[in-house]
C-alpha cells in the first residue's frame, strides 16, 4: 500500500471528531476559517490572475459558509484560466486542513488530473493551501472509499460526504 495514500487515511481518521454538530469539529472557529479562507481565496485569485467569474454573485457567495454541508467553501478557477476544458474547483472542509481539488466536470471523482490539468496549475494549487496550513487529500479516490468512521451512517457513505458533503 502507498505510504502517501495511507498517511492522508490516516488523517482522515484523525479529523473524525465533531462537537455539538457534526458537521464540524468541537474547536471549529468560524471566523479564523472565514480569515483563512479569504486568505487563501486572494492568493489563488493572484496566482490564477482571476479577474471575472462565470457565476455573478461568486464573490458574495464566496464569503459566506455553506450551509447544510461539512464543505466550509470552495473556490473556482475559470478552465481557461488553467489551459483545460473544465473550472478547478478547489474545496476545503469545516475540519481543518483538510481540503480537496477536481475538475467541476467530473465532480471530484477524477483521479488523473495530470492528464486534464498541467503540473504547474497542480503545484501552484497545492503551494497556496499548504502555505495557509490546509492538506490536499490526493488522490480523490481517497474519499471515496467507503467511510468507516466514527458516525453511524446506514446508507453506504464515503469520507468525501464525511468531510465535504451534505450530513
Known sequence: MNEHAENLRQLLRTADSWGPRLDRPGRFDYHESVA?????????????????????????????????????????????????????????????????????????IYDNMEEHLGSQARRDIENALTEFGYVAIKPNSLLFEPYDGLIPFHDGATWFRRFFGYI
Not at 65 to 93: A, C, L, N, W
Open 36 to 108: 483563512r479562507f479569504e486568505r487563501l481565496a486572494g492568493r489563488l485569485e493572484a496566482e490564477f490572475n482571476v479577474t471575472e467569474w462565470t457565476d455573478p454573485d461568486e464573490t458574495a457567495r464566496r464569503r459566506s459558509h455553506i450551509q447544510d454541508t461539512v464543505t466550509f467553501d470552495y473556490f473556482e478557477i475559470p478552465g481557461k484560466t488553467v489551459r483545460t476544458q473544465s473550472d478547478v474547483r478547489i474545496r476545503v472542509s469545516n475540519f481543518f486542513p483538510l481540503a480537496m481539488y477536481h475538475l467541476v466536470e467530473y465532480q471530484g
